[in-house]
């Protein structure tokens, strides 16, 4: 029997996140998951992202934790141009092995 990638079935997002976190920095989230299984990362079920801003060259600069849990992972990805930063969120995306979901911690 094939085994399922993690994060690889349909995606949804929770209307918390929709109302926090702007689309394209949504989709930004999802390629980094993308992008780390393509380099062969074994990922964990739930991926969590926390999202900041940073000051570079007098220009604020979204800045993306994404850790997880089994194994211990962790890596930090900064990304100019985004238009409207999300500062101070956490957005936690769980393949429930039928589905895929990012949600906020409290909507959970």
Known sequence: METRK???SDRYVTRGVH?????????????????R???????????VFE???EWVDG?????VV??????FQQEVFYVDHIENLA???TVWIID??????AILPEEY
Do not use: M
């Open 37 to 47: 299984q393509v380099r062969g990362e074994q990922l964990d079920y739930l991926q």
């Open 96 to 101: 429930s092995g039928e589905y895929s979901t």
């Open 19 to 35: 109302e926090v976190v702007p689309f394209e920095l949504q989709l930004l989230l999802w390629s980094i998951l993308e992008k």
């Open 59 to 63: 220009e604020p600069v979204q800045k």
């Open 87 to 89: 500062i101070g969120v």
């Open 66 to 71: 994404n850790r997880q849990e089994q194994p």
């Open 6 to 8: 993690l994060f690889s």
């Open 51 to 53: 999202l900041s801003a």
